[in-house]
């Protein structure tokens, strides 16, 4: 199994761009899963310099709504052809950032019709799904925790009014390797902790033994890091990967509890195991 990032916030190795998103490729050996597929352009870029062929994905995730986890879906279509895509059913929902000037539309830019006219073939779901034998999405995750609430300025166009977007359609991939889950997370609106506890009230795995992607703790205090770090350990979390929407602050406190098990997710960062 292999996890190549193709889009991140961060680029450290030469000719690779960074752009505000993500996206990574999923590698069986038999499948190839491609989890959201950034904004647009460094996508495209980045698998030709990484010599990975998108036209070899057969099967794609999307986290959730958001630009930055679906601006690529267009272009990347024109690559596989016909394939299947999986998300919540509120991944088409109308979504807006409050602005102090304007609000500003960052829902997926595209209409499912339009996606569809050139090959997509969506399977929206609000229920855990399998997505390989030992792959499967997490479904709508349940928000359990006190300390985890998404931000007021994340709104839904509802009867042409601005509301609080819940982002039940965020969800993440859990992948089942030797008696453990490794979780590829997108952009974890729902609350890492209430993820976390998702996933192992779903798996008969006994442990989660590795995260990887947007872990949406970038604007967090520390107390709430505290707490999501005192979880993590409980769910037996050994090796952290993180990208995105993680922040200095925690990715901080991540490379001290972890050491050497923690890994900067940037483009081009590779994981196997
Ligand atoms: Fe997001
Ligand atoms: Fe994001």
Do not use: W
């Amino acid at each position: 199994m292999r996890i190549t990032t193709l889009v991140e916030d961060t680029a450290t190795k030469p000719k690779l761009l960074a752009e505000h998103g993500l996206s990574m490729l999923i590698e069986t050996g038999k499948d190839n899963i491609l989890f959201d597929t950034g904004q647009f352009l460094s996508l495209f870029y980045n698998a030709k310099v990484l010599k990975i062929d998108l036209s070899k994905v057969d099967r794609i995730v999307l986290s959730h709504g958001h630009y930055d986890h679906t601006g690529g879906l267009k272009k990347l279509l024109s690559k596989t052809g016909k394939v299947d895509i999986y998300a919540h059913p509120d991944v088409f929902a109308p979504k807006y950032a409050k602005g102090k000037e304007r609000d500003r539309y960052i829902g997926i830019p595209y209409k499912k019709e339009e996606l569809e006219s050139r090959g997509a073939v969506f399977h929206l779901s609000r229920e855990p799904t399998p997505i390989t034998d030992n792959i499967m999405t997490t479904g709508e995750i349940e928000r359990v925790t006190d300390f985890e609430p998404i931000s007021d300025d994340l709104c839904v166009m509802r009867d042409g009014q601005l509301q609080k977007d819940d982002l039940l359609d965020d969800q993440a991939l859990i992948i089942k390797n030797n008696n453990s889950a490794v979780v590829v997370l997108g952009c974890t609106h729902a609350g890492l902790v209430n993820t976390l506890q998702h996933i192992c009230e779903l798996t008969e795995e006994a442990d989660i033994s590795m995260i990887i992607g947007g872990t949406h703790l970038l604007h967090a205090d520390k107390c709430r890091i505290k707490r999501t770090m005192d979880a993590l350990f409980g769910f037996g979390v050994k090796k952290v990967a993180t990208s995105h929407c993680t922040g200095t602050r925690a990715s901080a406190t991540f490379l001290d509890a972890f050491g050497c098990n923690f890994i900067e997710n940037h483009v081009g960062t590779q994981i196997t195991f």
